[in-house]
């Protein structure tokens, strides 16, 4: 019997948990760790309409200071197939609104996000009003 030695590629750290390090760059305004944990092939499907690409995704996590700025609270993590770094994942969140000038509560919002994983990246991000929906959408309701 002859063994062989196989090198195991180590993931990033950043990258062993995609949706946890986007909403953390986001809350931190950390676009390079932002952009890092995107895939190449990435789209956002904003409010604003579709986005393609990292760069395009940068310019939709950049925040003017000023006004009401918001901060994403992770509630509940539902995750399918992305032990191997691929799959799909939903995060339920609550989205907080805070005054820029004095960090005062301007109010929150229940939201879910949809995420699809492909090599340990996010390929694509879906925001959604109905928490409900986003679990029968990303395949984790009963």
Not at 13 to 25: G, H, M, Q, T, W
Request: no cysteine; hydrophobic share 40%; net charge negative.
């Amino acid at each position: 019997m002859v063994w062989q030695r196989h090198e195991v590629q180590e993931v990033p750290r950043s990258l062993r948990d995609p949706v946890r390090e986007f909403i953390r760059a986001f809350n931190e305004r950390d676009l390079d760790a932002f952009v890092e944990v995107l895939d190449p092939e990435v789209e956002l499907h904003s409010m604003k309409g579709l986005l393609k690409g990292p760069e395009a995704a940068r310019q939709w996590a950049t925040r003017k200071p000023g006004g009401v700025q918001q901060t994403i609270e992770l509630e509940q993590l539902y995750e399918g197939g992305t032990e191997g770094g691929g799959g799909r994942a939903v995060a339920l969140i609550m989205r907080r609104w805070h005054w820029h000038h004095d960090g005062e509560f301007a109010g929150e919002d229940e939201m879910a996000w949809i995420f699809e994983i492909h090599e340990h990246k996010i390929r694509a991000w879906r925001p959604m009003e109905d928490r409900a929906d986003a679990l029968r959408q990303g395949g984790f309701s009963h």
